[in-house]
């Protein structure tokens, strides 16, 4: 088949005009609609496209594939709803706003005033929905555009509402505890989800800590971690049961280490850019023979490790003691023999693992850090300091105690905020969330459905079976407010399910 030539100085710009222009003044999405109206309905609603910024070419591309869809099916003759959305709150928008103002914390939020700093977040929105309207009209998509939802909308808060008021009234909303990414510039919980945007390669400073055995004077664990700052918070040593390990004397001292572990060479998990060209990592039986002989006196299963008792890293810090009657070796199948020394220092309060690992064992939990990521008072020399900005102080404090065997820059792949980029901590909050008890219910209605591509319902199921209860609250300013009232003196929480409800039980504000 022949295709006539086209001429390449053709202004495809001024074309796309005239077509527009042509499809206004004949009414041609209008006269479709009219054509259709009444026949086999065919439902398209568009997930919402964020109103925070104008569209990118991302959207104009996913724009293209929904409106092919869209039009072959009217070319069928069925009826299209033909429905935008916007998404409207949340932490893109709040971010965009702090950003005209200069403001770097919630603090500043608060300072300029909670109320002005929300409708400037509705202001936003509204904007770039009208901008993000005209660009699609631009693109040409056809949709009902006098008729697009907002998240923002009463309807959809007060349908929301509705929905947590049924999930407590079958007992699946709870205030919890639980360890999680934290962005501390922003003040709020990250998903998972969300997490897995913002993954960036940084070199942190890595050390290996001496533990004291208080029963055996002379020998300690070795240990290793990637962020000092958690061993204020230290509460246990885990071991692998059927590992083994090494007892290492060197000089006066004797040292429990993995035997993998101490022979096994060492490199950077990222090897592929290496910006700051960090010497290479060195195999811990080097970190041996450079600070003079040792020699290998017994090699032992894990099992013979647990239950001895040590002397924590920071012990002598207000923070710190409650969990000194706890310090022990405990058993954990996760130990491995690929990284580290073999023996992991638990901090319940500053990791997800450690945390689901110290409830099982019902050991303490420490949680040291304010939400703006800064040490409390109880914390002695970082007390008003940023957990990122402790490193050298601890390691300096470590080495003036005789606690530190070695350091090292590691260079890893380490989460940041998928918005303002500030490095991600695991802190202890509390939150409210719905528990996942339900979720055979919600893979069964997934199962209900037609997947293209087909390989999209087992991915939907996956995530549905590994997903831990879901957080609803964010701690934030521009969201859905939570219809939750509690008791501060028992605990008793009540779930309002409408507009209607809150009227009905509000005692003060409703004029």
Request: proline fraction near 7%; hydrophobic fraction near 35%.
């Given at each position: 088949m022949a295709f006539e030539k086209v001429d390449p100085k053709t202004d495809f710009p001024a074309m796309e005009r005239e077509i527009l222009a042509w499809w206004e003044q004949v009414q041609a999405f209008e006269t479709l609609r009219t054509m259709n109206r009444g026949k086999p309905k065919w439902s398209f609603l568009d997930g919402p496209i964020t109103a925070n910024n104008p569209m990118g070419v991302h959207h104009a591309w996913g724009r293209t594939y929904k409106d092919i869809y869209q039009r072959y099916q009217a070319s069928l003759g069925r009826e299209l709803r033909y429905q935008n959305g916007f998404d409207c709150q949340g932490l893109w928008v709040e971010v965009e706003v702090e950003k005209e103002h200069g403001f770097t914390s919630k603090k500043d939020i608060e300072t300029y005033g909670i109320d002005r700093f929300v409708e400037e977040c509705k202001a936003r929105a509204r904007k770039f929905a009208a901008i993000q309207t005209e660009q699609s009209k631009r693109l040409g998509y056809w949709m009902d555009w006098g008729n697009s939802y907002y998240t923002m909308s009463d309807e959809n808060n007060y349908a929301i509402w509705a929905f947590l008021k049924k999930c407590h009234e079958r007992g699946l909303i709870y205030k919890g505890v639980d360890v999680m990414p934290w962005c501390p510039r922003c003040g709020t919980g990250i998903s998972q989800m969300e997490m897995n945007e913002g993954y960036r390669e940084v070199a942190h400073t890595s050390v290996f800590v001496l533990f004291p055995l208080r029963e055996r004077r002379g020998e300690h664990l070795l240990v290793w971690t990637t962020t000092p700052w958690t061993l204020s918070s230290n509460v246990a040593a885990a071991v692998r049961p059927d590992?083994?390990?090494?007892?290492?004397r060197q000089g006066e001292a004797i040292y429990y280490v993995g035997k993998t572990n101490f022979e096994a060479a060492r490199a950077h998990p990222v090897q592929e850019s290496n910006p700051r060209d960090l010497p290479p990592l060195m195999a811990i039986r080097a970190m041996f023979r450079n600070l003079g002989a040792f020699e290998i006196v017994e090699e032992l299963p894990g099992e013979r490790l647990i239950?001895?008792?040590?002397?924590?890293?920071?012990?002598h810090l207000p923070g710190a003691k409650e969990a000194i009657d706890a310090h022990r070796v405990i058993a954990w199948d996760e130990v491995t023999e690929s990284e580290g020394t073999g023996i992991v220092h638990i901090a319940p309060g500053c990791g997800a693992e450690d945390y689901a690992l110290g409830r099982e064992l019902g050991l303490p939990q420490?949680?040291?850090?304010?939400?703006?990521?800064?040490?409390?008072?109880?914390?002695?020399f970082l007390a008003g300091r940023r957990f990122d900005e402790v490193a050298d102080a601890v390691v300096e404090d470590l080495k003036a105690r005789g606690r530190l065997f070695a350091k090292e820059q590691y260079l890893h792949r380490y989460p940041h905020c998928w918005r303002c980029r500030d490095e991600l901590v695991y802190r202890l909050v509390d939150e409210w969330f719905i528990r996942m008890d339900w979720r055979e219910e919600i893979m069964e209605s997934a199962r209900q459905a037609r997947w293209i591509p087909a390989w999209g319902l087992e991915r939907e199921l996956d995530w549905l079976r590994n997903m831990g209860d879901w957080m609803i609250s964010k701690k934030r300013y521009w969201g859905l407010a939570l219809p939750i009232w509690e008791c501060h003196q028992c605990g008793h929480?009540?779930?309002?399910?409408?507009?209607?409800?809150?009227?009905?039980?509000a005692v003060l504000g409703w004029d």
């Open positions: 590992m083994t390990y090494l007892k290492v239950g001895l008792t040590y002397d924590g890293p920071f012990d420490i949680a040291p850090l304010y939400e703006d990521g800064t040490f409390r008072p109880e914390f002695g929480f009540e779930v309002i399910g409408g507009r209607e409800e809150l009227q009905a039980r």
